[in-house]
């Protein structure tokens, strides 16, 4: 499998760096576990090549959420990315922007990928629940991250969706492990007092918190995902959900 290393970003991210640690895309899932095949039934591979390179979460028939430097077709309906029928697990989508993006240390790291044909709902294809409104979780709330990828830093990639609990980390501390270099409408939570979170390869995976997605992941710092060293960064689902509903008010409502 593919790390997540926009060839976009490149040259934004090699002259970003806090406390000498260079800000990746998130991706795998660290000290994880397998999911089983009866959960998270939402989740989505976004591919290229029919190369896992993305997470994402569907929300609706039509619509998938994700990463915002993640855009290309997307898998439903299996946690074994061995086990891929392409005429009914496979998914063209166009891309449809929230907001404008620059790159992830800006934040608004954060899209909808609109499937061209409707996903069928059933044992294997569900939708996950987003925030009702805008909120705040209190530190030390426990919450999920799933993703495929790898599962320690230089390790192998996976074929099979992991996942890894993690605890919200208070922001005011996050920020001042990423030496004030913290953007605008994010969650932090794992990579840091822990050795669970995520690495370069789960970007635009839900953070799940009492079965609701509230976080998109984002970012982290550095390529070490030997944790606990720095807070895992996720976009804040509740604070984009004006625009999430806009778009989808004309196609499906938005669960939750």
Same mark, same amino acid.
């Given at each position: 499998m593919l790390t997540l290393q926009a060839l976009t970003l490149l040259y934004v991210l090699t002259s970003l760096r806090l406390n000498g640690n260079l800000i990746t895309n998130g991706s795998e899932i660290i000290n994880g576990k397998k999911v089983p095949d009866n959960q998270m039934l939402y989740m989505a591979s976004v591919q290229s090549g029919n190369t896992h390179v993305c997470?994402?979460?569907?929300?609706?028939k039509d619509f998938v959420v994700t990463a915002a430097h993640c855009s290309k077709p997307v898998v439903l309906g299996t946690h074994n990315l061995k086990k891929?029928?392409?005429k009914t697990m496979r998914y063209d989508v166009t891309q449809c922007k929230l907001v404008d993006f620059h790159n992830i240390v800006s934040g608004k790291d954060i899209m909808l990928l609109k499937l061209k044909k409707k996903a069928k709902l059933g044992k294997k294809v569900q939708l996950v629940k987003l925030?009702?409104? $805008?909120?705040t979780m209190k530190a030390n709330t426990e919450c999920r991250v799933a993703g495929w990828g790898l599962t320690k830093t230089g390790g192998e990639a996976v074929d099979q969706l992991q996942m890894s609990n993690v605890s919200i980390v208070d922001p005011e501390e996050c920020k001042k492990r990423l030496d004030g270099k913290l953007p605008n409408n994010v969650i932090c939570a794992g990579g840091y007092k822990t050795k669970n979170g995520f690495c370069q390869g789960d970007s635009g995976g839900p953070?799940?918190?009492?079965g609701v997605a509230i976080g998109v992941v984002s970012f982290n710092v550095g390529k070490n995902c030997d944790y606990p060293n720095w807070p895992n960064v996720?976009? $804040?689902v509740s604070k984009y959900l004006p625009s999430i509903k806009k778009m989808l008010s004309s196609n499906q409502t938005v669960v939750g």
């Open positions: 997470g994402g979460f569907l929300i609706s891929v029928d392409s925030p009702k409104t $805008d909120m953070l799940i918190c009492q996720y976009t $804040d």
